[in-house]
């Protein structure tokens, strides 16, 4: 079982940043395929950003995120970040941290294992 705990969240004016983080239990880390979804009110959950298993090679964006956000891990640390910048009032939303067994990458709600509790991010125009 794998735990997964996020921080970092909070209330930022429009163009400002936040690094979220999620920190997760257990010795498999480095083989999960870590990423990043948020559900704003009304919505969907929606994808934000992934990062593979291992090395972290690979990485993919939302087109509505990509240029704005990175996505990064510490196999170390048992962490995987998001660094926002540029923020917009849209990315107003509760992020949730994901990580998935058997993919390489996780881009699909349905291929998660586990989810974290989710953390607020509110830009104010």
């Known amino acids: 079982q794998v735990q997964l705990v996020e921080s970092g969240g909070g209330l930022v004016q429009a163009g400002g940043s936040l690094r979220l983080s999620c920190a997760a239990s257990g010795r498999t880390f480095s083989s999960l395929a870590m990423g990043w979804f948020r559900q704003a009110p009304g919505k969907e959950r929606e994808f934000v950003a992934t990062?593979?298993?291992?090395?972290?090679?690979?990485?993919y964006y939302a087109n509505s995120v990509k240029g704005r956000f990175t996505i990064s891990r510490d196999n170390a640390k048992n962490t995987v970040y998001l660094q926002m910048d540029s923020l917009k009032p849209e990315d107003t939303a509760v992020y949730y941290c994901?990580?998935?067994?058997?993919?390489?990458?996780?881009?699909?709600?349905?291929?998660?294992?586990?989810w974290g509790q989710g953390t607020q991010v509110t830009v104010s125009s």
């Open positions: 994901a990580a998935a067994r058997g993919p390489i990458v996780v881009v699909a709600t349905t291929a998660v294992d586990y």
């Open positions: 990062i593979s298993r291992s090395g972290g090679i690979t990485t």
